[in-house]
């Protein structure tokens, strides 16, 4: 019922997560991401607790195969859960139970791995990976992420519609400095989801320095 990709910068500057879904409000339930620490996708059967799980493991620093391994021993219900986990460092690593439903398939980069379930082909987080990496010198973390979601679409997608996606972004500050999403839509949400980030992506950084220096931020004027 699901397809996403977690990713981050070659510097690990960004991390985050792009993901869609048939059911409703996916990105509420299955998007998970920390800044300096890293991002997960709980998907298939989804448990929700296992995100914020692997991200605490990732802050005690442990590689992201690991902190996948640890999660999935400590619940009974690994085999119906499928999960994508990227670090600051070192590889991605993913898991698909044997549980998974539908037709379900996995890639990964050296800094994005991208999966899904109830999938059209197996083929499609391939897809996803090589638009991933088919990124220019400044396109932002979010862009990518948006462009493997509908390079996904493109080459099928979920094998039915998608109702819902969202994309969440983290860096050195404590809080996502993009965090949209499209809980509901009878059309296309990949499509309504890269409508709001063209407005929301040309004022990230006014919204960051609003928060961290509101004295400086663009658009205030001192009091003379």
Do not use: K
């Not at 590889?91 to 994005?112: D, K, W």
């Not at 996606?165 to 989801?193: H, N, Q």
């Amino acid at each position: 019922m699901t397809l996403s990709i977690v990713g981050r910068l070659a510097d690990a500057r960004m991390i985050g997560i792009a993901i869609a879904s048939s059911s409703p409000a996916v990105a509420a339930r299955c998007a998970y991401a920390r800044a300096g620490v890293g991002a997960v996708a709980t998907q298939n059967l989804t448990d929700p607790s296992l995100g914020p799980r692997i991200l605490d493991a990732l802050a005690r620093g442990e590689p992201a195969a690991v902190a996948l391994d640890e999660a999935l021993r400590a619940t009974p219900f690994g085999a119906y859960r499928q999960l994508a986990v990227i670090g600051r460092h070192g590889p991605p690593a993913v898991h698909s139970g044997v549980h998974a439903l539908g037709t379900v398939g996995s890639a990964h980069s050296a800094h994005a791995a991208a999966a899904g379930n109830l999938l059209a082909r197996a083929s499609v987080p391939a897809a996803m990976i090589d638009a991933f990496e088919r990124a220019t010198e400044t396109e932002t973390l979010g862009a990518r992420l948006l462009r493997a979601l509908r390079a996904g679409l493109d080459a099928g997608g979920e094998a039915g519609p998608l109702h819902s996606a969202g994309l969440l972004v983290v860096r050195e500050v404590s809080w996502p400095i993009v965090d949209l999403r499209v809980d509901w839509s009878d059309t296309d949400p990949v499509a309504a989801l890269s409508s709001i980030w063209d407005r929301y992506e040309p004022q990230i950084e006014d919204y960051v320095q609003r928060a961290l220096d509101p004295a400086s931020a663009p658009g205030f004027e001192r009091p003379s």
